[in-house]
């Protein structure tokens, strides 16, 4: 068993947690859930032994945690190298050998750069070199951004078929669903645990604020009463008599109400956006006719034809490294087709979320790089940025220093600054947590225009109100209507 006790942790005079205690172990499958910046990977660093709690600590009895982070990287190396570097002595590679299977790492090339597998096989990777350690607890940091549908599929029934405890951060409410016994949240400094899956954690989140705010609104009522009070103590009481009287009567209610003090629950997230377009139903946004492309000798996909109209709602979906991002490319103009005819409709404006945020590696100030790459007065800039979560101190951060959470919100409100008729979002969902993706959903649900929606989020994707589907596997589309 992993038990915490009293754990505190301060970065500077910021609380992150609390006097928060929790145990884990018993092969429980843990959901950890909350806002970007609420301390979870922090959390999962003081249990791994990687931060230090500012106060409290963590005892564990016959427990060997496993950790993989949210962002990795590898070693120049190849892959049968790297992997042989795992293992001590060469007679223990059949150790590896088993555990490859079990991840179903099939059929890899040894001899391949181990920096050009997919995001899918490197996490496989990371997870069987924790396994190698023989953790009785796997704590796992955002594990479906790095998957595809199938590999989210296969790796909800992996964790299913587990015999030891697994806690994962995920904001992915599907994945939830399917694999977790419990949900914990991290709010108000504190970790709150709440037995059962996703939807109906979320149930039991709503009972917990009507409770707390109930709890407000008898504090006011107590607060008011002893106010009043104290005035009564006033008026009765003359000269010292008086004086000693009202002193400690405003003593005895500071007490009272500094003991038992509350403060109204406030739900952080972004403002509600809003998309205008005014594209009419049936009008030509986007068609491709016979559409190739090959990179040298290697084929991504062969003779594709496509149309997309006003106002339909389609969503993009196959496997890693399939293709979806090159022919987003290929509309946007940052690739060119080996063959056939990409054709944009005319008059049509096109917003462009893309996967890698590149742009977002400057060493220029949150407020510096909005102005910049919008356009934007800078008297109407922060009231925007604020609607994103970025408060007066946060506008003043270099770009290079925004956490994953922060760098999506940034490359959205830069994204949605404008007004689209086609908007074209690649995984616009990675990295921001549940309270900003429902927002996001809401507004993509009610926008009028045309989207193209690349995401592995089978939640997300529902939510956004899509009608039709695009499935690129093996260089061929195929087509599904959800009318």
Request: aromatic fraction near 12%; glycine fraction near 6%; include cysteine.
């Amino acid at each position: 068993m992993i038990t915490a006790k009293n754990i505190t942790k301060l970065y500077g005079d910021r609380v992150i947690l609390e006097k928060t205690d929790f145990k884990i172990g018993n092969g429980r499958k843990i959901g950890l859930v909350g806002r970007n910046g609420c301390g979870k990977t922090t959390l999962f660093k003081i249990i791994n032994g990687l931060e230090d709690p500012t106060a409290g600590n963590i005892e564990y009895e016959n427990e060997m945690p496993g950790y993989i982070p949210q962002e990795f990287s590898f070693p120049d190396k190849l892959v049968g190298e790297y992997l042989e570097d795992l293992v001590p002595n060469k007679w223990e590679n059949y150790k590896i050998e088993t555990i490859l299977s079990q991840l179903k790492f099939h059929n890899y090339d040894p001899y391949q750069d181990i920096n050009t597998l997919s995001e899918g096989q490197k996490m496989k990777l990371k997870l069987a070199e924790a396994l190698l350690n023989e953790p009785t607890a796997l704590f796992i940091d955002e594990p479906t951004n790095h998957l595809d549908i199938d590999g989210i599929m296969w790796f909800e029934e992996y964790v299913k078929r587990l015999k030891i405890s697994a806690v994962m951060i995920s904001h992915d409410r599907s994945f939830l669903n399917h694999t977790v016994d419990e949900i914990w949240e991290i709010d108000k400094n504190q970790v709150f645990r709440f037995v059962g899956d996703y939807d109906n954690y979320r149930t039991e989140k709503l009972k917990l604020i009507d409770k707390w705010d109930d709890e407000y609104v008898r504090f006011l009522k107590k607060k008011a009463q002893l106010e009043r009070l104290l005035e009564n103590v006033r008026k009765i009481a003359d000269g010292k008599k008086r004086g000693r009287a009202v002193e400690a009567a405003k003593k005895r209610i500071e007490r009272e109400v500094t003991s038992d003090s509350k403060e109204k629950y406030k739900v952080k997230k972004i403002q509600n956006l809003s998309f205008d377009s005014d594209i009419r139903d049936g009008k030509l946004m986007l068609r491709f006719e016979n559409v190739s492309k090959f990179f040298g000798l290697k084929k991504v996909f062969d003779n594709l034809n496509f149309e997309l109209r006003g106002k339909e709602k389609v969503w993009l979906f196959g496997p890693n490294g399939g293709g979806k991002t090159t022919l987003i490319k290929l509309i946007v103009g940052e690739e060119k087709e080996t063959s056939g005819t990409v054709k944009v409709g005319e008059n049509v404006k096109i917003g462009y979320f893309s996967q890698v945020q590149t742009q977002l590696e400057d060493k220029a100030t949150v407020m510096d790089s909005f102005v910049q790459k919008t356009g934007c007065y800078f008297a109407y800039a922060y009231n925007l940025l604020n609607k994103f979560l970025f408060d007066k101190e946060s506008v003043k951060k270099r770009i290079w220093q925004l956490s994953p959470g922060e760098r999506a919100r940034f490359a959205f409100a830069i994204f949605a600054y404008k007004n689209y008729d086609f908007l074209i979002l690649d995984e616009p969902d990675n990295h921001l947590d549940i309270e900003t993706k429902e927002v996001i959903e809401k507004s993509l649900k009610e926008f009028k225009g045309t989207l193209l929606l690349v995401s592995h989020d089978r939640y997300f994707v529902e939510m956004c109100g899509v009608n039709k589907a695009l499935n690129l596997v093996d260089g061929s589309l195929s087509y599904i209507d959800f009318d």
